[in-house]
């Protein structure tokens, strides 16, 4: 049985000139789920309102699997959310004990003692996935996760996110523009 890790009801957010959010009641079911639609769809919108970061103007949302012994929630913003004073490794020391694991697995090993700034694209959206999957947490909430990263290399990336996620139960949500 599916068990349902966010149920939403009747949930309006709005915006300029028009809601980001109109009428949405859903339930969000444990494992991979990605949402899907063009610039302007809502899908950041909704992403927020589920790792809280804003509250819907109307209705509710309920996170409901149990999250006793482990981090509810992580989220991995479309800016990567990077801190601009932590080289690559730290970023990484501050949620494992197995930086060097994470670095390599994401091809980072290289810049692991450059700050932020000196990333390319690319690399900041790797390490901010490496960063979200080294925690030990119920669901991940990436928006737009590896945007910026060779279509070649996707692939690689997209194998380490699903095989942790299901090595160690975890949901995955995602936004894309990408099917």
Known sequence: ???????????????????????????????????LGLSGAGKTSL???LARFEKPDEGSVTFLKNTESRLPVYWSPSDNGLWPHLTAWQHLEVVCDS?????????????????????????????????ALATNTTALIFDEPLNHVDRARLHGYWDVICRTCAERNTSLLFSSHDP
Not at 12 to 33: A, K
Not at 107 to 129: F, I, N, Q, Y
Request: hydrophobic content about 45%.
């Open 47 to 49: 992403l927020n309102i």
């Open 1 to 35: 049985m599916i068990e349902t890790l966010w149920k939403l009801q009747d949930v309006q957010l709005g915006g300029v000139g028009r809601p980001r959010l109109s009428g949405v009641s859903l339930e969000i079911p444990t494992g991979v789920i990605a949402v």
């Open 99 to 131: 930086p060097d694991k994470w670095l390599a697995q994401f091809d980072l090993t290289e810049v692991a003692d450059s700050l932020p700034e000196t990333l390319s694209m690319g690399e900041r959206s790797r390490l901010s996935v490496a960063r």
